[in-house]
């Protein structure tokens, strides 16, 4: 596949939103906390904040590859969150996190916007592999989980759920 048609292959932005029943700053504490990024985006990266709204992130790819850029988050505006790839990043992209009053007094809507801007060549081809999770699947994971984690300090799973049986020896 050749540059163009990968860049075509992938729909390169998402978008989605949620309500979350808390007041924005709260959220937005939340979300700039160092631990909470590596939290709500386990299921696409591991995210590893370096300080000062920095992060690096490492994606893992099909056939064992993997992606690694770091982010800077702009925290300036009192209504949103920004960040961007610094230069180096194997996949460009930006973000950001919008707060706004729900209505009805019900909390806080937040619209997560990300775009990834794959390279050409093999390594744009790769992520185009590794991104046909679809990108809003990724952005949609990612406030399911912040919101549970906002909601009840903990992001459900099923990681490490055995079954609850031992072998037929409950009676």
Do not use: C
């Amino acid at each position: 596949m050749n540059a163009p048609a990968a860049q075509a292959a992938l729909d390169a932005s998402a978008r989605a939103g949620v309500t979350i029943g808390r007041p924005a700053e709260e959220l937005r504490t939340l979300w700039l906390q160092p631990d909470t990024q590596s939290r709500i985006w386990a299921h696409f990266a591991n995210v590893t904040a370096s300080g000062d709204g920095a992060a690096d992130w490492v994606a893992h790819g099909p056939a064992g590859g993997e992606y690694r850029w770091q982010t800077q988050t702009d925290a300036s505006a009192a209504d949103a969150l920004r960040w961007t790839s610094l230069d180096g990043a194997d996949v460009a992209n930006a973000g950001s996190l919008r707060f706004r009053p729900a209505p009805g007094d019900r909390g806080t809507e937040l619209h997560l916007d990300i775009r990834f801007d794959p390279p050409g060549g093999i390594v744009g081809e790769a992520a185009v592999k590794l991104f046909r999770i679809v990108p809003r699947e990724i952005v949609l994971t990612a406030l399911y989980r912040f919101r549970a984690l906002a909601l009840t300090g903990e992001i459900p799973t099923t990681d490490h759920q055995p079954a609850a049986r031992n072998g037929g020896t409950d009676r």
